[in-house]
């Protein structure tokens, strides 16, 4: 079974608008990590924001804010006033406590702001 | 800013060539990973090491081998580079702690024909 599922591939969002990008995750862990990172056409991997299982609030960077349902197994990725700036491929990722601290990614969902 | 380097970025190289993919990272990390990437797919991991002297192999089985001699430096090796080799194949290192984010270098694209 996927680990973490991203079931959208392609979004397309108009600038200054809100867009939420699903992750849903699959772990028997009562401990883990969630990830999110930001990928531009350059190809390099930017971390955005984290959200730990036994954490209450949701987590916010900025403009990225993460929708945690625990009980849903889901870690939706929330962009406030998106950016042109912001259109590229975007990676859910878990770390789970048993599986040596390693990270297993989602399929990515590729985000365009439209102007 | 994240200082973790990957040389050479794009790399074309014929069949049957060896081939070594640099990674330096700066920050002191004990964990360094290697991912390799088809586009527009997932990052699967090939490699890992927690330490000096220390490699293991990833979820994605690999031809490829790495050596881990000094904190700051986790080389990938191909003795015998095949077109099912072309990919993107991204560095990473962290401190470790289940918070702890991989920092990710600029990755290097390679195509063997």
């Known amino acids: 079974a996927q680990k973490i599922t991203q079931t959208q591939p392609g979004m397309f969002v108009q600038e200054k608008e809100a867009v939420t990008l699903d992750c849903t995750y699959d772990?028997?862990?009562?401990?883990?990590?969630l990830f999110w990172y930001k990928q531009p056409s350059s190809g390099e991997m930017i971390f955005l924001i984290y959200?730990?299982?036994?954490?209450?609030q949701n987590a916010t960077e900025g403009r990225y804010s993460l929708n945690f349902q625990k009980a849903r197994k889901s870690a939706n990725l929330v962009i406030s006033a998106s950016q042109l700036g912001d259109s590229a491929m975007y990676f859910c990722?878990?770390?789970?406590?048993?599986?040596?601290?390693?990270?297993?990614f989602g399929s990515g969902t590729q985000l365009t702001v439209l102007p | 800013e994240a200082d973790i380097y990957q040389t050479p970025r794009y790399l074309v190289i014929g069949t049957g060539k060896k081939i070594t993919l640099e990674c330096s990272q700066t920050?002191?990390?004990?964990?360094m990973y290697w991912y390799q990437q088809d586009p527009g797919m997932e990052l699967h991991l090939i490699h890992y090491?927690?330490?000096?002297?220390?490699?293991e192999k990833g979820d994605l089985s690999s031809e490829s081998t790495v050596s881990r001699i000094r904190t700051e430096h986790f080389p990938l090796t191909l003795e015998s580079a095949r077109p099912s080799h072309t990919s993107q194949y991204l560095c990473?290192?962290?401190?470790?702690?289940?918070?702890?984010?991989?920092?990710f270098g600029p990755g290097t694209r390679l195509t063997v024909t």
């Open positions: 920050m002191g990390h004990d964990k």
């Open positions: 090491s927690y330490g000096v002297n220390s490699t």
């Open positions: 959200q730990g299982s036994y954490d209450e």
């Open positions: 990473a290192s962290g401190r470790g702690g289940m918070s702890g984010e991989q920092y």
């Open positions: 990722a878990m770390r789970e406590a048993g599986s040596a601290r390693q990270l297993t």
């Open positions: 772990t028997s862990d009562q401990s883990y990590g």
